[in-house]
Nanobody, 118 residues
Framework: QVQLVESGGGLVQAGGSLRLSCAASGIIFSANTMAWYRQPPGKQRELVATITGRGSTNYADSVKGRFTISRDNAKNTVYLQMNSLKPEDTAVYYC????????????WGQGTQVTVSS
C-alpha cells in the first residue's frame, strides 16, 4: 500500500521561502517518478513539478525559476524548495507517485497547507 506523508507547510510572507518534504513508502521509490501538486482554495488541483527516478525535472510555468524539486532515494523522500513565494502560491500541497507529467498515481497524502500573506 502506497503511503505519502507531506510536511513543511506553514504561513510565510510574500518573498519568503519554505521547503516541503514528502516521505513515501510502499513503492520502489528510486524507480518512481514523483510529483508535487497543489490545490488553491476553491480551485482544482494542479501540477507543480515532477522528478523522475534519474533526477530529470519539469515545472509548471507559474513556478519555474522559483521552485526546485529534488529527491533523496536513500531516504525515500521528495522535496519542494519554494522561494520568492507569492500570495497566489497559497494552496494545499500534495505529493504523488506519478506515471509521468500530468499522469498522477492513485494514492495521495493528506497534504500540507502553504499560506503566503501579502
Amino acid at each position: 500500500q502506497v503511503q505519502l506523508v507531506e510536511s513543511g507547510g506553514g504561513l510565510v510572507q510574500a518573498g519568503g521561502s519554505l521547503r516541503l518534504s514528502c516521505a513515501a513508502s510502499g513503492i520502489i521509490f528510486s524507480a518512481n517518478t514523483m510529483a508535487w501538486y497543489r490545490q488553491p482554495p476553491g480551485k482544482q488541483r494542479e501540477l507543480v513539478a515532477t522528478i523522475t527516478g534519474r533526477g530529470s525535472t519539469n515545472y509548471a510555468d507559474s513556478v519555474k525559476g522559483r521552485f526546485t524539486i529534488s529527491r533523496d532515494n536513500a531516504k525515500n523522500t521528495v522535496y519542494l524548495q519554494m522561494n520568492s513565494l507569492k500570495p497566489e502560491d497559497t494552496a494545499v500541497y500534495y505529493c504523488n507517485a506519478a506515471w509521468g507529467w500530468s499522469k498522477p498515481g492513485d494514492s495521495w497524502g493528506q497534504g500540507t497547507q502553504v499560506t503566503v500573506s501579502s
